[in-house]
């Protein structure tokens, strides 16, 4: 089983403790134990056959005989216990928002209610205000919160699809009768969310390779099967799709299954106008017929409308062609430009770990400095930093740097965002901070402009250096806040506020046309991973993904800076706003 596959069933344990009323230590150390494995980078199966699941952070003797249990059966005896005591589809009605543990607890034993159209059905009937007693505004809160849950389409978040997708290619590019492999897609494209699964082949036996494809472990059901493609339906509801290739044409298949359809319907029109058809097999010449260029790599595709390699992440006809015609493709950000991590919380508020295990973990990895922005005190459910909390926070910075000036830490708050717009920030400590990231985390359903109004200003206080998850989504959980974001945009330009790329696999927030709309609006970023858990610093690539897809380069990202230039800037704005 995959770490994403175990650490759902962690979260599932957790969730039905939790609307079974166990004890809170109890239902947090099975969502710790489940973050902590679905950011790790090793497989659980390796880490077990070294003995060595105790020694991941927040996994127990306990936790760590389910874990066997699981790699072993697929389940584990707790788990089925609970499924015993409540309906599983209960957890999917504690998703929705704004329903606790204790309201899916009344649901189903004072009315039965098992499921998400079952309670639609009691909500829209009017049963739940006088069989569980709640207002009728909750009441047709639950049905809006269900009906925007349909909207959602089954596609889901890159950063839960592509370590699944990756552990497919490795099983592929192992299999026999396979040559070389590579992703196709959206998923090469790195689109933040992903409705299907494609891949590339280039085989010398394309039945063997067809073979291998079906065996994988996570295939449940073979689609369809022809000579040269396959597609089967895998265990996560997701069709996946493999097409095979000879040698001399892979270029050209990968190119075309890569995409998008604009990018390539673009590249076929220019290619028709020097007399080619371009397509999955290479380049013919239209008047005869004959294959002029197989297409053994990308590159030779794109040659034929003199153009350079493009990355795939541009490929959305967003300008990419136009640029690459002018010689003005941007140097795109990569994951060896980041110096740091600029959101990272510590167990002061609701993080793993302590500040020096952080600072370790982060100089390990190769980066230059890191920030350590806790919860401020306003958001108790996780242990908001109080205002001696977040002294005794600063002065062991402190003295941390100076035992080693090789590495800097900084120092940081996470700040709430208030429904008035002020900053829930101590002033004096400002002029402490090295980072002050501005966020919000309640009263998300303001209207659109009480939201926009609370947004600007916040940017317009000038305590505030970024915006941190400036559209609140929580892919298929919440959807964004309703805001005037060219408003916001605007406001942060006018004071130096950097937007934050939430590399978090459950936000990816900004995404790619909200980076592109802000880098055209002339504003900086900053790409975090609003780490828990120091096993979760390499989710970083994920937001490195979104940054590629909205065009930006080192010079726009303050991760990239090294910690005096990026306290140069913070002080730079900071008194530029005390002048405004």
């Given at each position: 089983?995959?770490?994403?596959?175990?650490?759902?069933?962690?979260?599932?344990?957790?969730?039905?403790?939790?609307?079974?009323?166990?004890?809170?230590?109890?239902?947090?150390?099975?969502?710790k134990?489940?973050?902590?494995?679905d950011?790790?980078?090793?497989?659980?199966t390796?880490?077990?056959?070294?003995?060595?699941?105790?020694?991941i952070?927040?996994?127990?003797?306990?936790?760590?005989?389910k874990?066997?249990?699981?790699?072993?059966?697929g389940?584990?005896?707790?788990?089925?216990?609970?499924?015993?005591?409540f309906?599983?589809?209960?957890?999917?009605?504690?998703?929705?928002?704004?329903?606790?543990p204790?309201?899916?607890?009344?649901?189903?034993?004072?009315?039965?209610?098992?499921?998400?159209?079952?309670?639609?059905?009691?909500?829209?009937?009017?049963?739940?205000?006088?069989?569980?007693?709640?207002?009728?505004?909750?009441?047709?809160?639950?049905?809006t919160?269900?009906?925007?849950?349909?909207?959602?389409?089954?596609?889901?978040?890159?950063g839960?699809i592509?370590?699944?997708?990756e552990?497919?290619?490795?099983?592929?590019?192992?299999?026999?009768?396979?040559?070389?492999?590579?992703?196709?897609?959206?998923?090469?494209?790195?689109?933040?969310?992903?409705?299907?699964?494609?891949?590339?082949?280039?085989?010398?036996?394309?039945?063997?390779?067809?073979?291998a494809?079906?065996?994988?472990?996570?295939?449940?059901?073979?689609?369809?099967?022809?000579?040269?493609?396959?597609?089967?339906?895998?265990?996560?509801?997701?069709?996946?799709?493999?097409?095979?290739?000879?040698?001399?044409?892979f270029?050209a298949?990968?190119?075309?299954?890569?995409?998008?359809?604009?990018?390539?319907?673009?590249?076929?029109?220019?290619?028709?106008?020097?007399?080619?058809?371009?397509?999955?097999?290479?380049?013919?010449?239209?008047?005869?017929?004959?294959?002029?260029?197989?297409?053994?790599?990308?590159?030779?595709?794109?040659?034929?409308?003199?153009?350079?390699?493009?990355?795939?992440?541009?490929?959305?006809d967003?300008?990419?062609?136009?640029?690459?015609?002018?010689?003005?493709?941007?140097?795109?950000?990569?994951?060896?430009?980041?110096?740091?991590?600029?959101?990272?919380?510590?167990?002061?508020?609701?993080?793993?770990n302590?500040?020096?295990?952080?600072?370790e973990?982060?100089?390990?990895?190769?980066?230059?400095h890191?920030?350590?922005?806790?919860?401020?005190?306003?958001?108790?459910?996780?242990?908001?930093?109080?205002?001696?909390?977040?002294?005794?926070?600063?002065?062991?910075?402190?003295?941390?740097?100076?035992?080693?000036?090789?590495?800097?830490?900084?120092?940081?708050?996470?700040?709430?965002?208030?429904?008035?717009?002020?900053?829930?920030?101590?002033?004096?400590?400002?002029?402490?901070?090295?980072?002050?990231?501005?966020?919000?985390?309640?009263?998300?359903?303001?209207?659109?402009?009480?939201?926009?109004?609370?947004?600007?200003?916040?940017?317009?206080?000038?305590?505030?250096?970024?915006?941190?998850?400036?559209?609140g989504?929580?892919?298929n959980?919440?959807?964004?806040?309703?805001?005037?974001?060219?408003?916001?945009?605007?406001?942060?330009?006018?004071?130096?506020?950097?937007?934050?790329?939430?590399?978090?696999?459950?936000?990816?927030?900004?995404n790619?046309?909200?980076?592109r709309?802000?880098?055209?609006?002339?504003?900086?970023?900053?790409?975090n991973?609003?780490?828990?858990?120091?096993?979760?610093?390499?989710?970083?690539?994920?937001?490195?993904?979104?940054?590629?897809?909205?065009?930006?380069?080192?010079?726009?990202?303050?991760?990239?800076?090294?910690?005096?230039?990026?306290?140069?800037?913070?002080?730079?704005r900071?008194?530029?706003?005390?002048?405004?």
């Amino acid at each position: 089983m995959t770490n994403n596959s175990i650490a759902g069933i962690l979260d599932k344990i957790a969730d039905l403790l939790e609307i079974k009323g166990a004890d809170s230590f109890r239902i947090r150390a099975y969502r710790k134990a489940a973050a902590e494995i679905d950011g790790l980078t090793e497989s659980l199966t390796e880490i077990q056959n070294r003995g060595e699941l105790e020694e991941i952070p927040g996994i127990g003797k306990a936790i760590a005989e389910k874990i066997e249990d699981i790699l072993e059966t697929g389940t584990t005896p707790m788990y089925e216990e609970l499924k015993g005591e409540f309906p599983e589809t209960l957890t999917d009605i504690l998703a929705l928002p704004n329903i606790g543990p204790k309201t899916v607890n009344k649901l189903y034993h004072m009315l039965g209610i098992t499921t998400i159209d079952e309670l639609e059905a009691a909500a829209r009937e009017q049963k739940l205000r006088n069989g569980i007693r709640i207002g009728a505004k909750a009441e047709a809160g639950i049905v809006t919160a269900i009906e925007s849950m349909r909207r959602r389409d089954d596609r889901q978040s890159l950063g839960i699809i592509l370590p699944v997708a990756e552990e497919i290619l490795e099983k592929l590019k192992r299999s026999h009768g396979i040559e070389q492999a590579e992703m196709a897609g959206s998923l090469r494209r790195r689109k933040d969310m992903i409705g299907d699964m494609d891949f590339v082949a280039e085989a010398y036996d394309a039945k063997a390779a067809i073979d291998a494809f079906t065996r994988l472990p996570n295939v449940e059901e073979v689609l369809e099967t022809g000579e040269s493609m396959c597609s089967v339906m895998n265990n996560l509801g997701m069709r996946m799709d493999l097409r095979i290739s000879r040698k001399e044409n892979f270029g050209a298949m990968l190119h075309h299954f890569t995409g998008s359809q604009m990018h390539n319907i673009k590249m076929r029109g220019m290619a028709k106008e020097k007399g080619l058809s371009i397509s999955e097999y290479g380049a013919t010449d239209v008047k005869s017929g004959k294959l002029v260029i197989t297409g053994k790599t990308e590159d030779e595709i794109f040659e034929i409308n003199g153009l350079p390699w493009l990355p795939p992440e541009l490929r959305e006809d967003r300008g990419e062609i136009e640029a690459g015609l002018k010689g003005m493709l941007p140097n795109l950000v990569d994951l060896p430009d980041i110096k740091c991590d600029l959101h990272v919380h510590s167990k002061a508020s609701d993080g793993a770990n302590s500040i020096p295990e952080i600072a370790e973990a982060a100089k390990a990895i190769g980066y230059q400095h890191i920030a350590i922005c806790d919860h401020s005190s306003l958001l108790t459910i996780a242990n908001g930093l109080s205002e001696d909390s977040l002294i005794r926070q600063i002065e062991e910075i402190h003295q941390l740097n100076a035992k080693d000036p090789s590495f800097k830490i900084l120092t940081g708050i996470e700040a709430d965002i208030k429904a008035d717009g002020t900053l829930d920030i101590f002033p004096e400590l400002l002029s402490r901070l090295d980072i002050v990231i501005g966020s919000i985390h309640h009263r998300y359903k303001n209207s659109a402009d009480e939201m926009t109004a609370r947004m600007v200003k916040a940017i317009e206080s000038g305590a505030m250096d970024i915006l941190g998850h400036p559209t609140g989504r929580i892919i298929n959980s919440r959807d964004a806040y309703e805001f005037d974001i060219a408003k916001v945009f605007d406001a942060a330009k006018a004071h130096s506020v950097a937007m934050e790329i939430n590399a978090s696999p459950n936000r990816l927030d900004l995404n790619d046309l909200h980076i592109r709309m802000a880098k055209e609006c002339g504003l900086k970023f900053c790409i975090n991973t609003d780490a828990h858990s120091f096993t979760e610093f390499p989710t970083i690539r994920f937001g490195i993904y979104m940054a590629r897809r909205g065009w930006l380069e080192a010079s726009d990202v303050l991760n990239t800076y090294p910690a005096d230039e990026l306290i140069s800037w913070v002080k730079s704005r900071r008194i530029v706003k005390q002048h405004i």
